[in-house]
């Protein structure tokens, strides 16, 4: 099975409002990071963590390692915003490969 | 400008030709990273390179071939593409110390 687990895969919402996003890991993973997808296709890295939680702006996310799960917070949606969201996580083996296995993604839809 | 710079953006080919994707980082990293990603949006690494030398191949086709001139350069080469080669190539670059992972824009194959 998928060793990366991520929902909602689809997530409306209105302008101002917010909403989480979470992945759940089946392995233990050292690390976890959150990227956006913009219509144009560009992959943006939003967070990068090793444990704990981080916040920029309007988001924030949270790794827990020994949960096996990570979250992403977005509030006071913007339209902006709309895009594809995917977590992806580097599994704790022991080689530092930077091999990443991503989510299946989240297609949010900010409207007015 | 540091970043990461893919080209082509688009290639539109027939069965059984060669292509090759170039890729330059500017942002002093030493490993390189190919991804694809298909027609559903899932995201799987293809290989990683530290300072030109590979360190994760995964089950890709052997007429996929990475080339590594030095540590900002990672080419991509299609010996003879089929169908199911179609989707979007996009290569990312880190510091092997906190693998946070940059983009390019991608290049989007189409084979006929």
């Known amino acids: 099975g998928d060793q990366v687990e991520q929902s909602p895969s689809a997530l409306s919402l209105h302008e101002g409002t917010g909403s989480a996003l979470r992945c759940n890991f089946t392995?233990?993973?050292?690390?976890v990071q959150w990227f956006q997808q913009n219509s144009r296709g560009s992959l943006i890295n939003l967070f990068y963590l090793a444990s704990g939680t981080k916040e920029n702006g309007r988001l924030k996310s949270t790794f827990n390692s020994k949960e096996s799960y990570s979250t992403l917070h977005i509030r006071d949606a913007q339209l902006e915003d709309s895009g594809t969201y995917f977590c992806?996580?580097?599994?704790?083996?022991?080689?530092?490969?930077?091999?990443?296995?991503f989510g299946h993604g989240t297609i949010l839809r900010v409207h007015p | 400008e540091t970043a990461v710079f893919q080209t082509p953006n688009y290639h539109v080919t027939q069965v059984g030709n060669e292509v090759s994707f170039n890729c330059k980082q500017t942002l002093g990293h030493d490993t390189m990273y190919w991804y694809k990603q298909d027609s559903k949006k899932l995201l799987k690494i293809m290989f990683s390179y530290n300072n030109k030398q590979l360190i994760v191949n995964e089950t890709v086709p052997r007429r996929f071939s990475p080339q590594s001139s030095d540590k900002a350069h990672l080419n991509l080469r299609i010996k003879s593409v089929e169908p199911e080669d179609s989707a979007v190539y996009l290569c990312?670059?880190?510091?092997?110390?906190?693998?946070?992972?940059?983009f390019g824009a991608g290049t989007r194959l189409s084979v006929l």
């Open positions: 990312a670059s880190s510091w092997t110390s906190q693998n946070t992972l940059y």
């Open positions: 392995t233990t993973m050292r690390a």
């Open positions: 992806a996580a580097e599994a704790d083996t022991g080689a530092n490969t930077g091999k990443l296995t």
